[in-house]
């Protein structure tokens, strides 16, 4: 009920960073590039396989003084996958402790997402997809959060040898987005949501253009096989952006929704590193994954601030100079010195610059040593911590178990309707 809003927002308040004004509003009015990559871990920046860069693209991508990116900052999704990484990047609010958010409170819940804020900015907003519409209840999510337009598997040519997995193949799913793109009225604000890189990594012969890694895990050895092919979708997506000028008026943001590589592949993951052993404080350093920001005349870097999914909604706020006060968003800007840098993990876990949790063991998240004795001051610390991640993540809960958001009305926001929003998916 409305005062279980009361007891959120408090929380919000009390812990909300102050974005950095340095940042604020240096992208207002670019068009935005959410692009979505799948399964896709921190490592593969500047990774090699047998010399070559699996890469390429994204390194010279991240390498451009006009790129600002994260090299501390991790997926927390559960078991919602991609479902929960969208979640959170477009509401700054957490998955559920199991299951899909977007599936079993997309439909009916009420939103206060991305789309929506920047819709009643003047934005046009729209999801490409090469999947089918139906899949994680997009179809009815995305309405519910104000998105215009979802072109899906639908709106797409689909010839044979087109599709793979579980959507078209990267390359001719970006090339065939030009003409929805190219419909969009500027500014505009569209999520590219790849899915080639996906779990188990299948590709077809002539696509595969890098050597597989050589663990003898058949699963984990495809991987940079279908990021090295993303990589390739990207770099003719960038030189298209190039060609037609939208390069110059947009802002590009990039980032991996969850690993690719799961904790059951321990051997496997430390062959690929060349360690001896791949314990469980390797696997939570793991889940970081990529998040990019793109802009010509971005003061550019990388930033080492530890941070995740949950705080990229505040700070993509921040860069377009969209007010953000009194939202209830559980990030906070990854830009502004107030960042607690607490990274929760769907599971309770955390990383913090200083320390890191899994299940019941605790670790110095600089050299990766376990926590045998704290001291009396190590423990205090390490309970405000966990009291604080378990503090955010059933907050989260109940927002979105108790559609708290219904009762939040702040003068700046109109609420969505969702009946205005007429586009069907026909896969279903
Ligand atoms: C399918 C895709 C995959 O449309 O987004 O989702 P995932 O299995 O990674 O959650
Ligand atoms: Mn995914």
Redesign the pocket.
Known sequence: NASDLKTVQDYIEKYRATPNPAYTGVAKNKNVFVI?L??FQQFLINYKVDGQEVTPNLNKLVADQNTLSFDNFFNQ?GQ???????MMLENSLFGLPSG?AMSLYGTANTFEAAPAILGQQGYTTAVM?G??GS??N?KNTYKSWGYDFFFDLADYTNKKGFYLN??LKDKLFLKQSSKYIEQLPQPFYTKI?T?TN??PYPLDKENQQIVKTDTGDSTVDGYVQTAHYLDQALGEFIQYLKDTGLYNNSLIMMYG??YGISGNHKKASAQLFGQKTFDDFDNLQFQRVPLIFHMPGLKGGVNHTYGGEIDVLPTLLNLLGVNNENTIQFGNDLLSSANRQIVAQRNGDFVTPKYSKVSTAYYYTQTGKKIKKPTKEEKDELATIANSVTSELSLSDRVITGDLLRFYEPKWFKKIDKSKYSYTVKDT
Not at 80 to 86: F, P, R, V, W
């Open positions: 979505h799948e399964s999704v919602g996958k991609t479902s929960d990484a969208e899909s997809h999947g089918k899949f994680w997009r579980y959507g949501i899915v996906h779990y929704d969850h």
